[in-house]
């Protein structure tokens, strides 16, 4: 069926990096970007920044610009995303998310369960 | 970036009730505002995209409206499963953002 399925949680130690995969299926990957939102606990969504499958393109937030980089494996239609330099503060449930649009119109319509990635020494 | 503020930040009503959420962006957007809904533990739900269409499969008790820099989410009848949190996003810019979330609770 049509899903995203995301990477088990992970104990990173400040200052390290972590990549998450988020793998697709039930659908053509690369006709569809991949976002990236993380969610501390307790907390609001916070959007991360995009990355278009096809082309490898990416947007992130300027709070993340320098420490995130997105990628992508077409062959196995899955997508990562690798946060460096963590902190204590990037404690928090990691989800991809597809981007559809439709006409000029683009919303999240499918999403992973989400990757708990906790920061602590 | 674009901020997008929610009010109110939380909500008590009553099963039955009618409730409105309502969503501010510092600039104007058009009609490129979304709405998600989500429970705890769970990942966010899309509702209402391009501000007032319903996503496929959603109740029709959800309703939006809105263009410029206010926006309305309205469930004209609240059921006992839609207590959770509500989210607008802007996607008129590539660079996304969410307001801060409207948590919705049982009186």
């Known amino acids: 069926q049509v899903q995203l399925v995301q990477s088990g949680a992970e104990v990173k130690k400040p200052g390290a990096s972590v990549k998450v995969s988020c793998k697709a299926s039930?659908?053509?990957?690369?006709?569809?970007?991949i976002n990236w939102v993380r969610q501390a606990t307790g907390q609001g969504l916070e959007w991360m920044g995009w990355?278009?499958?096809?082309?490898?393109?990416?947007g992130y937030a300027q709070k993340f610009q320098g420490r995130v980089t997105m990628t992508r494996n077409t062959s196995i239609s899955t997508a990562y995303m690798e946060l460096s330099s963590l902190r204590s503060e990037d404690t928090a449930v990691y989800y991809c998310?597809?981007?559809?649009?439709?006409?000029?119109?683009?919303?999240?319509?499918?999403w992973g369960r989400g990757t708990l990635v906790t920061v602590s020494s | 970036d674009i901020q997008m503020t929610q009010s109110p930040s939380s909500l008590s009503a009553s099963v039955g009730d009618r409730v409105t959420i309502t969503c501010r962006a510092s600039?104007?957007?058009?009609?490129?505002l979304n709405w998600y809904q989500q429970k705890p533990g769970k990942a966010p739900k899309l509702l209402i995209y391009?501000?007032?269409s319903l996503q496929s499969g959603v109740p029709s008790r959800f309703s939006g409206s809105g263009s410029g820099t206010d926006f309305t989410l309205t469930i004209s009848s609240l059921q006992p499963e839609d207590f959770a949190t509500y989210y607008c996003?802007?996607?008129?810019?590539?660079?996304?953002?969410f307001g801060q979330g409207t948590k919705l609770e049982i009186k």
């Open positions: 600039q104007s957007i058009s009609s490129y």
């Open positions: 039930g659908y053509t990957f690369t006709s569809y970007d």
């Open positions: 998310a597809r981007g559809t649009t439709v006409t000029t119109s683009r919303y999240f319509d499918l």
């Open positions: 391009a501000a007032s």
């Open positions: 996003q802007q996607s008129y810019s590539t660079l996304d953002t």
């Open positions: 990355m278009n499958p096809n082309s490898g393109n990416t």
